[in-house]
């Protein structure tokens, strides 16, 4: 059997389902190593969120694992010396692996292992930057920009693209196609697509707030930060102002005392709050239609598309949603709109939202047999492929 070493930060929901997949297959031996032990406690503050969150599904299961030893003075993913790990290449010595999946390079130990191993064991690296919040015009920060990534990519064998905007920063960064590998960013479809009851306990909760059975109902759902620019859908979903239609938002954040403040008196938008995992396709049934209009920076790919289209919900999407143009066939399986510009939102809202409630469920459904595609199986494949062509 091939060995794989997996290198990641911490344990996340969108990670986990892949790990055990690939640790099911007859081919390969594979161990993650976690390079953020202080992670391992489960629970972490979310500054984005404003809490602590301890994600109520199993995230260090069917796999085997290991938390390395950081020594960050201030440990986390956010910045570059957050992740410190004196042992971690010893470590994946001893393990003797045939290959190295790499997720991201942006922290000192991270980009050490791509460094020590090159040449020495096949490294794939994954990764989700785009170009979408680049500024079109020439700079010296970017030229510099590009000559230290183009020095970081050389120090790896392939890479997964996630996506199509994904893809083109690669190249755009000096790796040549040859090596890229595709693999789209998804989630467990199977959760929210069979979740037991959800669209029962959806029209229950809708009625507990008191929306009609026939009422169009728009959600949002994630962090109310700027980035995802809920601000702007609540003005734009005011301003349309179409009968017997509601929008819910799901989530907390920095924006929620605004959007309470803007809304208030509005017996058509409601605020659920923060929900966890195991909650989530009930949530994206509440609603008729998924809307992420964010500004960016930052939104690589958008997977709350995937969980609403898994959940048999079609989407409208914002150009800065890294995702989109991967995801949604225009006027097909959802709406895309450009980034910030409001009269864009208010007519794709308008022109969802005046349809019949039936038509979007329909629409919803076909937005689910498409994202069948966008599977953790796929990218177990792509990976596995990886692996024997390299030994």
């Known amino acids: 059997m091939k060995k794989l070493a997996i290198v990641t930060t911490h344990p996340i929901q969108y990670n986990a389902p892949f790990f055990a997949i690939l640790a099911k297959s007859s ?21 984005n969120f404003k809490q602590t969150i301890t994600w109520d599904i199993p995230l260090l299961e ?3 694992y290991h938390f390395t030893r950081n020594i960050s003075q201030k440990p986390g993913s956010s910045h570059f010396t957050g992740i410190d790990n004196p ?46 919040d680049e500024a079109p015009q020439f700079s010296i920060k970017k030229l510099i920009r590009r000559m230290i990534l183009g020095w970081v990519y050389k120090h790896i064998d392939s890479s997964i693209y996630t996506g199509e905007a994904n893809k083109e920063y690669f190249i755009k960064h000096g790796v040549p196609s040859t090596k890229l590998i595709r693999a789209p960013h ?42 995802k620019n809920p601000l702007g859908l609540l003005k734009a979903f005011l301003e349309a102002n179409i009968p017997n239609t509601y ?5 907390s954040g920095v924006l929620e005392e ?5 809304a208030a008196g509005k017996g058509n938008i409601h605020f659920i709050g923060f929900q966890n995992q195991q909650q989530m396709p009930t949530v994206y049934r509440l609603g008729d239609v998924f809307v992420l209009p964010s500004s960016g920076p930052g939104e690589t790919w958008g997977l709350a598309l995937n969980e609403a289209m898994a959940s048999a919900r079609k989407v409208i999407a914002s150009t800065a949603c890294g995702g989109a143009q991967d995801l949604i066939v225009q006027n097909e399986l959802g709406l895309i709109v450009s980034k910030n510009n409001h009269k864009e939102l208010v007519n794709a809202l ?37 692996i024997i062509n390299k030994n």
Do not use: C
């Not at 959806?202 to 949002?220: H, K, N």
């Not at 605004?258 to 803007?262: G, I, N, R």
């Open 87 to 132: 042992n971690l290449i010893k470590e994946i010595n001893e393990y003797g692996p045939n290959g190295i999946l790499l997720f991201g390079w942006s922290f000192k130990s991270h980009l050490k292992l791509m460094r020590y191993f090159h040449k020495r064991i096949p490294i794939l690296f994954r990764g989700d930057s785009t170009l979408l």
């Open 62 to 64: 069917g796999y085997d």
């Open 186 to 227: 998804a989630i467990d479809n199977h959760r929210f697509e069979t979740a037991p009851k959800a669209e029962e306990r959806a029209a229950e909760w809708r009625v507990q707030l008191g929306i009609p059975i026939d009422a169009r109902v728009a959600l949002f759902s994630g962090k109310l930060e700027p980035k």
């Open 350 to 386: 308008t022109e969802t939202l005046i349809k019949p409630r039936a038509e979007l469920l329909s629409d919803g459904k076909t937005a689910q047999k498409f994202i069948q595609s966008f599977s953790f199986s796929a990218i177990a494949n792509a990976v596995n492929s990886w």
């Open 27 to 47: 081919d390969l031996n594979v161990k993650v190593f976690y390079t953020w032990e202080q992670s391992k406690e489960g629970a972490l503050f979310d500054p």
């Open 258 to 262: 605004k959007l309470k403040e803007v």
């Open 247 to 251: 929008l819910i938002f799901a989530g």
